[in-house]
């Protein structure tokens, strides 16, 4: 008798929690479902699960509890019981969340631990803080609300800090990227200073992807959430955003480096990756800061399919590990 057949009940939910992953990556992200299609099969849905529960994550916090009417208290409950959901799922390896379930299936293989988790969920929490000031105000030092005073009426805008962002930008995405690193090590010999490498690469590519999406995301960021996330003042000014695209792509150029290090079926989707968000970075640094605050800058599909093709070709070139 086959395990599968041993065992109907968790099998059949842990494909269906699998496939809920997967629903998620290709709802939300176009750039990372591509991607990810090109990692090989032993990784590819590890790090749908991985996706998944940071993406569900990052709702809680950026207006699915707000939208569906919980105040301000209700909000934070909502995201700690799905924190807390997180932990006891790791505990025992099953969740009656799907999504929390696939996850913890990833994070006991590949040994994710609380040592990443936590401060994914800190920079979550951070977004839960409100962006208010006035009397007896007490905003978390680094993390700044600035009243913009604009005629339209909008929320007052929270700025970051370069220690702030530093804090946030490891929590919210360089643990990502080495929570991605431990299931492509899955079954790797790597000596301490080649894994040392590989990390510095991971977190430099997670820091690259979140600060282009600030910068993509300025508009929503700060007319929906009151965030902003690049500068501790209201708004971006143009000699700050070329600076933040030059610091993209010394950390694009970092990740990069260490690409020839990962298993041979995880390096063209890290290269797809890579080079998808280095197109958008080109594009937001041909794009007014004023514009950016007015509209979304987007790869086209075209594009995307390019790069792909590029990275395939690539990682083709290469010899087998």
């Known amino acids: 008798m086959s395990p599968q057949s ?21 709802s939300y992200s176009t750039s990372f479902g591509l991607a990810t299609k090109l990692l090989g099969c032993s990784h590819r849905q590890h790090i749908r699960n991985i996706y998944a529960l940071v993406r569900i994550a990052d709702e809680i916090v950026d207006g699915l509890a707000a939208e569906a009417g919980l105040a301000e208290v209700e909000q934070r409950e909502m995201f700690e019981q799905f924190a807390a959901a997180t932990h006891a799922a790791l505990r025992s390896g099953i969740s009656d969340n799907l999504i929390i379930h696939a996850f913890a299936r990833t994070a006991r293989s590949a040994g994710i631990c609380a040592e990443l988790i936590d401060p994914f969920f800190a920079s979550m929490r951070t977004d839960l803080e409100p962006a208010v000031s006035g009397p007896g105000a007490e905003p978390d030092a680094g ?3 600035d009243r913009g005073g604009g005629e339209d009426g909008r929320r007052d805008v929270r700025g970051f800090d370069a220690q702030a962002h530093a804090d946030y930008v490891y929590g919210s995405a360089e ?9 492509f090590l899955i079954d790797c010999d790597r000596t301490p200073a080649e894994v040392e490498r590989l990390e510095h690469g991971a977190r430099q590519l997670g820091a690259a992807f ?6 993509r995301d300025l508009a929503d960021d700060h007319q929906r959430l009151g965030r902003s996330y690049l500068t501790s003042r209201d708004r971006l000014t143009e000699a700050e955003k070329a600076a933040w695209v030059a610091t993209i792509r010394q950390q694009l ?14 390096r063209t989707a890290v290269r797809c990756a890579g080079a998808l968000f280095t197109a958008l970075n080109d594009r937001i640094a ?10 979304r800058v987007r790869v086209p599909n075209a594009v995307k399919a390019r790069l792909a093709a590029q990275a395939l070709m690539t990682t083709a070139r290469e010899g087998r590990e």
């Not at 041993?6 to 998620?24: D, F, I, K």
């Not at 041909?286 to 509209?295: F, G, K, M, N």
Request: positive net charge; contains cysteine.
């Open 175 to 183: 643990v990502v990227g080495l929570m991605c690193l431990k299931v």
């Open 210 to 215: 979140q600060n282009v999406n600030f910068l």
């Open 253 to 266: 150029a970092a990740s990069h480096d260490a690409i020839a290090g990962l298993p041979k079926d995880a």
């Open 6 to 26: 041993r065992h109907p009940v968790s099998e059949l939910y842990r494909r269906t929690a699998e496939r809920a992953a997967e629903a998620v990556i290709t």
């Open 143 to 145: 993390s700044r609300p």
């Open 286 to 295: 041909a794009t007014p800061v004023e514009d950016l605050y007015r509209h």
